[in-house]
């Protein structure tokens, strides 16, 4: 056990060391942030100045080397947009970012877990068909475009739902979370749904098949056989069998949503993580889009780890050092 | 990005049938307005990062010494009177009995404090010193009254002052950009106070009952942050917000007709441009070639009947009408109709396909050339769309044309690196006069004066140089202007640049609002009113 997280701890180190470097080489070959940045009637002296003031006069390599040497003290650099340190400012945005992604993942669980054994257990009923017909527009339909409808529809027409933005928060642990308030809950709502239906479509489908996979195996058969309720075969023993595919897939995703929550984000202008890295990348705001990329790195690591400690409870044959 | 912004208005304007039917937005509630604007502020110090968005929130909380009205014309702010008494000396006459926020009284101590402190900003991207720099000596006079000494002759020291924020030199010594995001530092003479702030999402603002100019309507502002085009008009559309900045211009048809949305529109001072490289004028450019992709010996970008063949194969009048969906309007120079130094017989050239085929002809390219035109896809209204209308009409006149569209930050890079031969951008005029384009586009490229900054196809023009630099030493305003004029009507005359249109600034708000539109692109609650 100890080697084996030493093992994943020694890889990560590696998988952020290269991170970095791309991240620093990318940057510098898309463009130059000061261009950007500075104010167009800037004279050739203020360019100057600007250039000097973020330190991108130095070569590339002695500015990698000044940024490691911050970033081993704990210190990943300041936004070249808001003169805060960047991880400040990541910090800021993830509450909003955290609780949409985390109620979105709940609603695919909820939602697509159920739907998908209804699917799987009555394939051929007209219920179960439309099921799995839904589930097609689920992930093939592009996520602005359902956002966008989904606006016109509970906000402009109907105007049962806000139309965008976080609502108003409440104070928990010290910082602001939205799902306190029933305002902000309303606000929740369509934002959360809508990054949540592609992924409820999946889990209902890896469900689905899963279900149709085992019910025809030795072990329902003796389970039955032995006078089992039906209840009991489905809802302990099948859905414990299939629940490893699922909880690998939800696991990745989570990562997934919180990383890469940016179409729902701008759509609801929703003010999280996604926006910001988006305006960061846009004017090359490179100690945020670091800072971000090493934590959303971190973040997935961590859920790996989960994921596969959750197996060995799942399913006790699994040992964690043969999995390498 | 552009591509699925494109989409997305697609799909707002099929549902836009649906939305006739929904419900009817009610007024205002109370005292507050709630606005969405469309780009972000990045900072609430005012002296941190010159950016349009962080400007326009400040003048909300902070006053400049010289105010500009919605026509961009200096009028009196925390200064009263401004006037040079010698060539270099300025002096400034100020408002009395002006209170800053924390109840502090406002005085020429300030205007020293505020000056030495801009240079002081740690790490700034975009520092306000181009404004400020200009200044070598600052003298208080009294309380009420500073002299200005400045190294130069500048007799736009008034426009550069009015975008300077002044703050109480209470704040001590260098206040933090961080200070002031943690609203410890943010004290201005202004209009509202701020109240909360919430990057990226939101800044509430209160209004500041002790405002020395007119009160503003709203007590509460709630100034929120939604970049994204369709869902800034849905908040609209479904009563979120009231009131809202850079109306898209593909839902302006829709939008025109609904009774749910009034709209505001001003022309502005930013125009778009195409430019022409001219670094390689004895060959060698990279994006022109010959009709059968044979390399060219010269530039045919350097003669200027081959560049105003290029300019009157545009149909101007059809990129405002058809691509630009009337949101512009059609110029042949740096400036609108009502601006200073705006040149009155200079019409925007007239579309004229054949004139420009014989022109042509006669520059010694019968059967045309190759081009590439370059241009952002994400930077300004429409700029995919335009460029690829030039394209087309380009090629009309027998130029093979390419159009290639490129996203905002790799493209300014390699635009100022001259790595393009034509290439689309567009220009703020902040200044309001004709010096401020002229100085930074059309003056020769000359890094140690500080001239032709913004200069990226290297045009240069020496007679028309000494014009601008003798127009830029004129203080007496009138006079000035007469040469600005005459430098315009140079640049124009030798095509220095080919310029398209002016874009519209385009507001929405419910229809019981009313909204002074100004021409500088800022959005301002305090100029936001009942409609009766």
Redesign the interface.
């Known amino acids: 056990m100890t080697t084996w997280m030493l093992r994943r701890l020694i890889q990560a180190v590696f998988v952020m060391l290269a991170m970095t470097v791309i991240v620093f080489i990318g940057v510098n070959v898309?463009?130059?942030?000061?261009?950007?940045?500075?104010?167009?009637?800037?004279?050739?002296?203020?360019?100057a100045?600007?250039v000097i003031?973020?330190g991108l006069d130095k070569p590339l390599w002695e500015q990698y080397w000044r940024f490691l040497l911050g970033a081993v003290q704990g210190d990943l650099g300041?936004s070249?947009?808001?003169?805060?340190p960047a991880l400040k400012?990541i910090a800021?945005?993830m509450p909003a970012t955290l609780e949409l992604a985390l109620t979105a993942v709940l609603m695919s669980v909820v939602i697509g877990i159920p739907l998908g054994l209804y699917a799987g257990l009555k394939p051929d009923s007209i219920g179960g068909r439309l099921v799995m017909g839904a589930s097609i527009l689920g992930f093939s339909l592009?996520s602005?475009?359902i956002g966008?409808?989904l606006?016109?529809?509970f906000?402009?027409?109907?105007?049962w739902l806000?139309?965008?933005?976080?609502g108003q928060t409440a104070e928990l642990f010290g910082v602001q979370w939205s799902f306190l308030t029933r305002d902000g809950l309303a606000h929740m709502a369509m934002p959360a749904f809508n990054l949540a239906l592609g992924n409820i479509a999946l889990v209902l489908r890896l469900t689905r098949a899963g279900v149709r996979e085992n019910l025809p195996m030795d072990y329902v058969k003796f389970a039955r056989a032995k006078g089992l309720s039906p209840n009991r075969v489905v809802f302990v023993h099948v859905l414990k069998n299939i629940l490893i595919p699922i909880v690998t897939v939800v696991g990745l995703e989570i990562g997934g949503l919180i990383a890469f929550a940016v179409?729902t984000e701008?759509?609801?202008?929703w003010?999280g993580m996604g926006?910001?890295i988006i305006?960061s990348?846009?004017?090359?705001d490179r100690p945020v889009i670091v800072a971000y990329l090493m934590m959303i790195v971190v973040l997935f690591i961590v859920i790996n780890l989960l994921v596969d400690l959750l197996y060995t409870v799942l399913d006790p044959r699994v040992r964690l050092e043969t999995r390498e | 990005m552009g591509k699925?912004r494109k989409?997305?208005h697609l799909?707002?304007l099929a549902?836009g049938g649906?939305?006739l039917?929904?419900?009817v937005a009610g007024p205002a509630v109370g005292q507050t307005l709630t606005l969405?604007v469309a780009a972000?502020p990045?900072?609430l110090?005012p002296h941190?990062?010159?950016?349009a968005p962080n400007n326009s929130l400040a003048d909300h909380i902070f006053g400049a010494l010289v105010e500009m009205d919605a026509n961009t014309r200096p009028e009196p702010g925390l200064a009263l009177s401004w006037k040079p008494i010698s060539d270099l000396v300025w002096e400034l006459k100020l408002r009395p009995g002006v209170k800053f926020h924390d109840g502090s009284a406002f005085t020429a101590e300030d205007i020293a404090y505020t000056l030495a402190r801009v240079p002081t900003v740690?790490?700034?991207?975009?520092?306000f010193?181009?404004y400020t720099r200009g200044v070598t000596k600052v003298e208080v006079v009294d309380p009420l009254t500073v002299r200005l000494t400045t190294g130069a002759v500048t007799p736009l020291l008034p426009i550069d002052l009015s975008q300077v924020a002044i703050l109480p030199h209470g704040l001590g010594p260098e206040p933090t950009?961080?200070s002031f995001?943690a609203l410890k530092s943010t004290i201005g003479t202004g209009p509202y106070r701020v109240t909360a702030y919430?990057?990226?999402?939101?800044v509430e603002l209160a209004r500041n009952d002790a405002y020395w100019g007119e009160k503003p309507h709203w007590e509460k502002v709630h100034y929120?942050?939604?970049?994204?085009d369709?869902?800034?008009t849905?908040?609209l559309?479904?009563?979120?917000v009231d009131f809202i900045e850079a109306v898209p211009t593909s839902d302006l048809s829709t939008l025109r007709k609904d009774k749910r949305v009034a709209l505001a529109e001003a022309v502005s001072l930013r125009f778009a441009y195409l430019f022409f490289d001219r670094t390689r004028d004895g060959g060698g450019m990279p994006f022109v070639s010959g009709p059968d992709g044979e390399a060219l010996a010269k530039n045919p970008l350097a003669d200027v009947r081959v560049r105003r063949a290029l300019s009157m194969a545009i149909n101007r009048a059809a990129i405002v009408d058809r691509v630009m969906e009337g949101a512009a309007v059609a110029t042949g120079q740096f400036l609108a109709k009502g601006s200073t130094s705006y040149v009155d017989d200079l019409a925007p050239p007239a579309y004229d396909p054949e004139a420009a085929r014989k022109l042509l002809a006669e520059a010694g390219y019968p059967r045309g050339f190759r081009i590439t035109l370059q241009g952002p896809n994400?930077r300004y209204v429409n700029d995919e769309k335009v460029i690829q209308a030039v394209g087309q009409m380009w090629t009309r006149i027998g130029l093979q044309t390419k159009v290639d569209a490129i996203t905002?930050?790799?493209f300014?890079?390699?635009a100022?690196k001259q790595e393009f031969s034509a290439f689309f951008v567009a220009?703020?005029v902040?200044s309001g006069e004709a010096s401020?384009p002229l100085r930074?586009l059309i003056h020769t490229f000359d890094?140690?004066r500080?001239?032709g900054?913004?200069n990226r196809a290297r045009y240069s023009n020496p007679a028309l140089d000494a014009v601008i630099e003798r127009g830029m030493a004129i203080t007496d305003d009138a006079a000035r202007e007469v040469v600005l004029k005459q430098a315009t009507r140079m640049a124009m005359e030798d095509v220095a640049m080919i310029t398209l249109y002016q874009q519209k600034n385009i507001w929405g708000m419910k229809p019981d609002l009313r909204y002074v539109a100004r021409a500088d692109e800022a959005t301002h609650a305090f100029a936001v009113y009942p409609a009766k």
Do not use: C
């Open positions: 898309i463009g130059d942030p000061v261009e950007i940045l500075i104010s167009p009637e800037a004279d050739q002296a203020e360019r100045r600007a003031a973020l300041r070249f947009v808001f003169n805060e400012l800021q945005r592009p602005f475009w966008l409808m606006i016109m529809v906000a402009v027409q109907l105007g806000p139309s965008t933005g976080r179409v701008s759509v609801f202008a003010p926006k910001l305006d990348i846009n004017v090359l | 699925t989409s997305a799909a707002w549902a649906l939305a039917a929904g419900a969405a972000s990045t900072s110090d941190y990062h010159n950016l740690k790490n700034s991207p975009g520092s010193l181009l950009s961080e995001n919430n990057s990226g999402d939101r929120r942050m939604i970049p994204n369709s869902a800034r849905s908040a559309l479904a009563g979120d994400d905002w930050p790799s300014i890079g390699r100022s220009w703020g902040s401020n930074a890094a140690s500080g001239f900054s913004a």
